[in-house]
């Protein structure tokens, strides 16, 4: 079945610091791929998303490339701020050939931003 | 648009009680689905809908829930009996093409039973 593997949090950083969050998947077929963020209190909201291989998502400053050779879409951000601390969701859809796709998650890293 | 809507935001029930979380979808989604949240398991997708049909309810935890979408602007989600390890935020999520370019989800009840 499918999967989606994210580094363990949590991670806690310096304003300004670099950003990785590494998400490895598994899928049969080729699977659009998304980061979600979920801020305190609220519902996930779609950061970014890449559809095919190769492509990169963008938003807010965060990137992601769809690596299909290595499986991955790891998350990344050049200079953070507080305002970015949040839980972080990788995700992929499996283009089901039924009615209706599922978005399978990982577990989710929370990021902690300091001044 | 508003968004997906759910109520209640928050649920404090009696073990024992029903309880019936509801949702309204962004109009023009065709496809919906319900998650529960907790610290132990995580996201877990519960049942969705595509057309107003259920597609898949394997999720569903056992015969204490249920879910319907008796049309194309809501869904409800209801525990009876409700148990204390029920207690989880509930998020309902909408989408469009099948859900390929992702979903948007509501802001989620937050259920407490005692």
């Known amino acids: 079945g499918n999967s989606v593997t994210q580094m363990e949090g949590p991670v806690t950083l310096s304003e300004e610091a670099f950003l990785t969050i590494n998400c490895t998947y598994t899928a049969t077929g080729y699977p659009s791929l998304f980061w979600y963020v979920q801020y305190p209190g609220e519902g996930l909201q779609l950061l970014l998303k890449a559809t095919k291989a190769d492509d990169k998502g963008s938003n807010k400053g965060f990137e992601a490339t769809y690596r299909k050779e290595t499986t991955s879409f790891h998350l990344e951000k050049g200079s953070v701020q507080v305002s970015d601390s949040a839980v972080y969701f990788c995700a992929l859809s499996d283009r089901g050939e039924t009615s209706g796709s599922r978005l399978t998650f990982g577990e989710g890293t929370q990021l902690t931003v300091n001044p | 648009d508003a968004g997906v809507i759910q109520s209640p935001r928050h649920e404090v029930t009696e073990m024992g009680q029903e309880v019936t979380l509801r949702c309204k979808p962004i109009?023009?989604?065709?496809?919906l689905f319900w998650y529960r949240q907790t610290m132990m398991r995580g996201l877990e997708l519960l049942i969705y809908f595509n057309n107003n049909v259920p597609i898949d309810d394997s999720g569903m935890p056992e015969d204490r829930f249920s879910a319907k979408m008796p049309n194309a602007s809501f869904s409800t989600l209801k525990i009876q009996p409700s148990e204390p390890r029920d207690s989880a935020v509930y998020f309902c999520?909408?989408?469009?093409?099948?859900?390929?370019?992702?979903?948007?989800f509501g802001s989620g009840t937050r259920l407490t039973v005692v």
């Open positions: 109009s023009g989604h065709n496809s």
């Open positions: 999520a909408s989408s469009r093409d099948r859900g390929l370019y992702g979903y948007t």
